[in-house]
């Protein structure tokens, strides 16, 4: 009596107990779902940073005090004439008394032309004086506009960084609090203030990071569109190709299923769900549809063949060779539903098992983005486990007219299987040696090129974006008119108060930014230094060549006492703190690429080494906006070469223990690479840079280049095992396994394309990515797989015997 496995008996009992099986899962659904509507869809910004980081350590320090990574700039531009004219100066103002009212604004960091912080430096016969240039009141006549003119041009704090140097922009600059930031709040606020001053001869432009969150948040409508469209297409589709009502319907069911189950668990854990990640989303989706398609497949195939199970009799009573003659062929439904999960059950628990695993290891990141990313992902993976392997074939078992097709074109017929034919003739004979050679060749042509891939942003302006989107034209327009408006921070950590009054100190420091201001990276820098040599030049009738430090600490603390008359507090506080213990040199960058944060920081580091502060003060790396994007780029560097080799190593270990062979392990490896460097390649072509956006799709790829697989090398030796013949079962595999490859990978593919249309330029590459991963994976799939069977004869396909057996011609 032939032994029956424990995945016979569960797909028996599932069958026989359907109503029960069923029931569970849509009532767990229902729990689901009631939490899954109150899942939180928000960006945090602290959950962007990684954990731990020395850079990320000093932002969190001082970013209230020296200028955070949220810092806005807003440039008003006159488009007839210079900004010294009423109606302009008159915006600046308004823009400036606006950003007040704007929530979670940091009030100390709101600085332009008409704040109290930009200040001019005068000398009389009463010592020196410094005021603000146009706070409280504007100038009244043109004398008095004429007077800040020439202030501003007499200031190298203004001139160049808050007026440009043809003196036709000027910049409004505002930090936030990171702990209070609403984006959706924030983009609305800002917004509007640009709005309502932009026109009548003055242009405004405005950018900054959490603005930029901003736009993400204001295209979800938008993003929710688009992925109902690609829902819609994926129907469509599959009902031309599948051409039955639950060709459609239990795949979406299968994705609906797992998307509930996986936000239900997401928002019971108090895990928010960040727009960005809706990408991911999508391909977890379609994972689940992918498996349910396979089941469907199997399913048919089982009808045609008619084949029962050794515990048929568990079958709801039915004994072995008592058919339903009411069914097509005499072969009941319940039956296939069950042979199907059984025959599948192998490679599609391993192809949920891997991608979960290979997403969960993106949570080694120690950034909490990718972390609730990874347990979402890894979640969401595994409830296919239930909708597609379990739920589909229960459903399926009440199917009373398998047969029956509702779309009249049998694109089987027509397409499907004239393209599975070639595969076959492709793969088998002297031809299968060709395709290997030729994989070998794309592999290594293409991992030459994945080198070239970048680790940060690849091009100016956002990659979020489009280039020609407001938000990135106006990135360019600031940058090219003034010094940059992305900043880093270094601090300068004295060994005791008044230590940044020290002449060596400061010399140390004015050293240093005469170098920073050389390299190409950086567009100027500002520090307590700037300070000094402009009251010491007015001490002196405005002779610049006395702009220059004291040659004691005493003289530095007059120099600074006296610019500090008439401020008010908070005014010092993004140069030194009360103690003049610790200050910071501030960076201006016109771009954040990951090459320049990477250079730059490189540069700074190297000179810091051989020129450093002396006595026990020290300077500390890096705060603002570039200096947490190198931090993040750091460890997304470090990090990915160890998240794909830990993403192969599971895949490994899993395909051994799945198929008790190391030959199968490492079988699957150059699909996977070849999926991973074609990708990559691709990426580096189209500026595609490899970030904490990307990355988590990058983590799916490994699993995207082998669910394919499994279902094509499982179809050979099942039907290796029944005929003894290779071409027989290669081709046999193709026609039932390739056609599930076909139908979800060209329905897949032909679905993603639609986020093309994005207006989020991230949403477009991804849905790219997407397309080319699911190509690659279905072609090799198709090709190479079956090719290396032919060629190598792996043993845990075929077991022994097989040269005997490879001889025999292929039956139909």
């Known amino acids: 009596m032939q032994q029956v496995s424990w995945v016979e008996r569960f797909a028996a009992y599932c069958i026989a107990h359907r109503k029960l099986v069923t029931t569970v899962i849509l009532a767990l659904t229902v729990m689901f779902g009631y939490f899954a509507a109150h899942v939180e869809i928000k960006t945090i910004f602290h959950d962007l940073l990684p954990k731990g980081h020395p850079f990320i350590e000093i932002n969190d320090k001082y970013n209230e005090r020296f200028g955070g990574p949220n810092i806005v700039s807003i440039m008003v531009e006159a488009e007839q004439g210079d900004i010294f004219q009423p109606k302009v100066l008159e915006r600046i103002k308004q823009i400036t008394d606006d950003l007040y009212l704007v929530p979670a604004i940091n009030q100390f960091q709101v600085i332009s032309l008409a704040s109290r912080k930009i200040r001019s430096i005068n000398s009389s016969t009463a010592g020196i004086e410094t005021k603000p240039m146009m706070w409280p009141e504007l100038p009244k006549d043109q004398a008095e506009i004429d007077l800040l003119r020439e202030q501003v041009l007499a200031s190298p704090l203004v001139y160049g960084r808050y007026v440009s140097p043809d003196l036709r922009s000027a910049l409004v600059t505002a930090d936030f609090i990171d702990r209070l930031i609403d984006y959706e709040k924030l983009y609305d606020g800002v917004t509007q203030i640009a709005e309502k001053y932009n026109g009548d001869g003055v242009r405004v432009r405005v950018v900054g990071e959490p603005l930029l969150t901003g736009w993400v948040v204001h295209y979800l409508p938008e993003t929710f569109k688009l992925f109902v469209i690609t829902i819609a297409i994926m129907a469509v589709l599959l009902f031309v190709t599948v051409r039955t009502w639950r060709g459609i319907l239990l795949p979406m069911l299968a994705g609906v299923v797992s998307a509930v189950w996986a936000l239900g668990i997401a928002s019971l854990f108090k895990v ?64 296939a539903a069950a042979r199907a999960l059984v025959a599948l059950f192998r490679p599609g628990m391993l192809g949920v098992v891997v991608d979960a695993v290979a997403v969960a290891i993106v949570a080694a990141m120690p950034m909490p983005l990718l972390q609730k990313t990874a347990f979402v992902g890894a979640v969401w993976l595994g409830t296919i486990a239930v909708s597609a392997m379990v739920l589909v074939p229960t459903l399926l078992s009440w199917v009373t007219r398998p047969h029956a097709v509702a779309f009249p074109i049998d694109t089987n017929r027509w397409v499907l299987r004239p393209l599975l034919n070639l595969c076959g003739t492709l793969v088998l004979g002297r031809r299968s040696v060709v395709v290997v050679l030729i994989g070998l060749v794309v592999l290594l042509v293409s991992g030459f090129y994945a080198t070239k891939v970048t680790v ?329 797989i079956p090719a290396m069977i032919y060629v190598f004869r792996p043993a845990f396909v075929f077991g022994d015997g097989t040269h005997h057996a490879a001889a025999q011609p292929a039956t139909a």
């Open 272 to 335: 928010n769900f960040d727009p960005l990640i809706i990408v991911v989303a999508f391909l977890v989706t379609a994972r689940a549809i992918s498996h349910a398609v396979q089941m469907l497949a199997a399913f048919d195939d089982e009808l045609e063949r008619g084949y029962a199970l050794p515990s048929v009799s568990t079958l709801g009573g039915v004994e072995p060779g008592v058919l339903d003659q009411r069914l097509d062929r005499g072969y009941l439904p319940k039956q």
């Open 456 to 784: 940060g942003d690849a091009l100016p302006g956002t990659p979020l974006l489009w280039p020609d989107h407001p938000y990135n034209v106006d990135a360019k327009a600031i940058n090219d008119t003034f010094q940059g408006s992305d900043q880093m921070f270094v601090v300068l950590e004295g060994e005791g108060p008044n230590a940044l009054k020290d002449p060596e100190v400061l010399t140390n420091v004015d050293n240093f930014q005469r170098y920073l201001e050389t390299q190409p990276q950086i567009g100027g820098t500002v520090s307590v230094v700037d300070l000094i040599g402009p009251v010491n030049a007015n001490l002196h009738e405005g002779n610049r060549r006395f702009e220059e430090l004291g040659p004691v600490a005493d003289i530095n603390g007059e120099l600074l006492f006296m610019y500090m008359q008439g401020t008010d507090p908070g005014d010092m506080d993004r140069f030194v703190d009360a103690d003049f213990k610790d200050g910071a040199v501030t960076m201006f960058f016109r771009d954040h690429k990951g090459d320049t944060i990477r250079t730059a920081v490189s540069r700074i580091e190297e000179y810091l080494e051989k020129n450093p502060l002396p006595g026990e003060s020290t300077y500390r790396l890096a705060g603002g906006l570039v200096g947490v994007l190198a931090a993040v780029n750091e460890e997304v560097f470090a990090r990915q070469v160890e998240s794909i080799a830990l993403a192969l190593l599971t895949l490994f270990v899993l395909s051994a223990i799945a198929y008790r062979s190391t030959v199968a392990g490492l079988f699957y490896m150059p699909l996977v690479i070849m999926s991973n460097t074609i990708t990559f390649a691709f990426m580096a072509w189209k500026g595609i840079g490899m970030n904490i956006n990307t990355l988590p799709v990058a983590a799916l790829g490994i699993g995207l280049g082998v669910d394919y697989a499994f279902y094509i090398v499982d179809g050979v030796k099942e039907r290796f095992e029944e005929t003894g013949d290779v071409m027989a079962s290669i081709q046999g595999s193709l026609r039932t396994a390739g056609r599930g490859v076909l139908i979800t990978g060209g329905t897949m593919i032909a679905a993603v394309l639609v986020w093309y249309a994005s207006s989020l330029k991230f949403q477009a590459e991804m849905g790219l990515l997407m397309a080319l991963w699911l190509t690659v994976s279905a072609i090799t799939s198709l090709l190479l």
